[in-house]
Nanobody
Framework: QAQLVESGGGSVQAGGSLRLSCGAS???????????MAWFRQAPEKRYEGVASIDSFGSTKYLDSVKGRFTISRDNTQNTLYLEMNSLRPEDTATYYC????????????????????WGRGTQVTVSS
């Protein structure tokens, strides 16, 4: 059973930076490199929002509001997904979740919650003004 564990959240002032990590294990089909991975976030009383995704080939997609500020990356040798967040804004405040597309096709179908079958428990990011 796939397990995803996020870390690296915290509280920062606007303009600050954080780096989130997600350790992955227990994938049933192939190794970590075979899976499309993504970060989502959910602010209080708001819907889940796809922040960024990365496929097996390193191709990435981003939510428009984070382009140029956030960078998603992966280390397949360490089974770890990262999200580097710079120039943070109060509106980035949310719980951030790591997610994996369990179809293991290598590429990413999209950045919708329905495309991802495994989720971590989340890590809180709070940005103060």
């Amino acid at each position: 059973q796939a397990q995803l564990v996020e870390s690296g959240g915290g509280s920062v002032q606007a303009g600050g930076s954080l780096r989130l990590s997600c350790g992955a294990s227990g994938f049933a089909h192939g190794d970590f490199s075979s899976y499309c991975m993504a970060w989502f976030r959910q602010a209080p009383e708001k819907r889940y929002e796809g922040v960024a995704s990365i496929d097996s080939f390193g191709s990435t997609k981003y939510l428009d509001s984070v382009k140029g500020r956030f960078t998603i990356s992966r280390d397949n040798t360490q089974n770890t997904l990262y999200l580097e967040m710079n120039s943070l804004r109060p509106e980035d405040t949310a719980t951030y979740y790591c997610a994996a597309d369990l179809r293991a096709k290598g590429y990413c179908f999209g950045l919708s919650t329905r495309d991802f079958g495994a989720w971590g428990r989340g890590t809180q990011v709070t940005v103060s003004s």
